[in-house]
């Protein structure tokens, strides 16, 4: 299921959103922990997930004609890897509001209380030390104003068409997790590229891609 979300102004389609959600979703693989979709086969065979690093910010930066640079895009100058899942907290928080945060959101607290740990403050300086941009969060562009709603609406349009090329000429199955594939193992490689090009083609910049593989038995 495609579920839409009206945004500020219902006669932009960038408000629209559009994720797509597995029935029931409250038992579905998209809830699963990352390692108990890999344990999943498709057609009898093990599966591979193809995930997005950083899909939002990829998708944020490239509206202000941005790449996203190599490397761990969660690793801001001054902070140890020890900082790494609070800033990621911190950028799924400031890309659900509509500008950067400055305070963590109750609900983020009270279900990762060790946030309390981390400064706000601190987080938000590194990031706009490594992604100036993000100042920029929620301020009109000449074509429009986006939101968390646009982000979602430009990330869901990459994945369907990569679902419907991938089965077309490719007759490859695929399973959507929001911002990451789950395939065939055998067409990991295949569903990499089909997903980095039609990336590339609607955003103009090249996504972080990571291919997640199944334990070895």
């Known amino acids: 299921m495609r579920i839409f979300h009206n945004g500020d102004d219902p006669r932009f389609f960038w408000n629209m959103g559009g994720r797509l959600y597995s029935q029931h979703f409250s038992e579905s693989y998209q809830v699963m922990s990352a390692e108990k979709r890999l344990e999943m086969t498709i057609n009898g065979?093990?599966?591979?997930e193809i995930d997005i690093r950083?899909?939002?910010?990829?998708?944020?930066?490239?509206?202000?004609?941005?790449?996203l640079p190599e490397g761990d895009p969660y690793e801001l100058p001054g902070l140890g890897t020890e900082h790494r899942s609070a800033v990621k907290a911190w950028m799924v928080a400031t890309f659900g509001n509509s500008k950067p945060i400055v305070?963590?959101?109750?609900?983020?607290?009270?279900?990762?209380?060790e946030l309390k740990k981390y400064r706000v403050s601190t987080i938000t300086k590194a990031a706009l030390t490594k992604y100036p941009a993000l100042e920029t969060w929620g301020q009109p562009l000449s074509h429009g104003t986006y939101g968390w709603a646009g982000l979602m609406w430009?990330?869901?349009?990459?994945?369907?068409?990569?679902m419907l090329e991938l089965k077309r000429e490719h007759q490859v199955p695929s399973l959507s997790v929001h911002d990451s594939l789950i395939v065939p193992v055998s067409a990991a490689e295949t569903a990499h590229k089909v997903l980095e090009e039609n990336f590339r083609s609607q955003r103009e910049v090249r996504p972080l891609l990571k291919i997640n593989l199944p334990p070895l038995p």
């Open 45 to 48: 065979e093990p599966v591979a």
């Open 54 to 67: 950083a899909s939002y910010l990829t998708i944020f930066l490239s509206l202000r004609g941005i790449q």
């Open 103 to 113: 305070r963590w959101p109750p609900r983020m607290s009270q279900k990762s209380p």
């Open 154 to 162: 430009f990330e869901s349009n990459v994945m369907i068409s990569t």
